[in-house]
């Protein structure tokens, strides 16, 4: 299972895509709202319906975390203490965490950066600490994948659905979903 966590002010695209995209590919993936309301509203007046509340994820057999950026999406995703342990323990277990935007931050704050290539959006490069900043759309090193920004919302999500072993998957989506043609034409 795949989880991705919503706090008010989260970026809509930056959720919404990757979890399109991990849905196609039949990958089992819910959105989790860090707050006891199932509904979360995101920066631009969008309200999700999470699959299920912070309380009820199994982290222990999470494959993977997720943060979208967005503010104040962001900074409350790191002022929530309980998912600010998780993301060290699910480090800790050897496992992946992918953040986009100024989701990253998050990870540089917990000092889980060090030493590890990672992107974000413009600007909040300061807050990875201990990362070799790259300004690249997406960045994956060990276990972190990264991503700058909105318009790296795609890449982001295919290189999610790549890095647990579906890259058939992500191929046949990056044609099916015309996201190659639209970029190389």
């Known amino acids: 299972m795949i989880y991705i966590f919503l706090a008010e002010g989260f970026e809509e695209v930056e959720a919404l895509i990757p979890l399109d995209i ?3 590919a039949g990958v089992e993936v819910k959105l989790a709202s860090i707050d ?11 309200q999700m319906l999470c699959d299920t ?3 009820r994820v199994d982290f222990e057999s999470a494959l993977m975390l997720v943060l979208p950026g967005g503010l104040p999406g962001a900074t409350n995703l790191d002022a929530h203490e309980p998912l600010r342990k998780a993301l ?3 480090h800790a277990a050897g496992k992946t965490i992918a953040a986009i935007c100024a989701a990253p ?3 540089g704050h917990l000092g889980l950066l060090k030493g590890v290539r990672a992107t974000c959006y413009p600007g909040f490069e300061t807050e990875l600490t201990g990362a070799h900043y790259t300004a690249a759309l997406v960045e ?3 276990q972190f994948i990264t991503g700058k920004g909105p318009g790296a919302a795609f890449e982001f999500g295919y290189t999610i659905l790549n890095s647990i072993g579906k890259q058939a998957e992500a191929e046949q989506l990056r044609e099916g979903m015309m996201y190659d043609f639209l970029m190389h034409g």
């Open 36 to 46: 006891e309301n199932p509904t979360v509203t995101g920066a631009h007046g969008v």
């Open 88 to 90: 060290v323990r699910h």
């Open 140 to 142: 994956q090193d060990g």
């Open 53 to 55: 509340l912070f309380g």
């Open 22 to 24: 991990l849905r196609r």
């Open 105 to 107: 931050m998050v990870l």
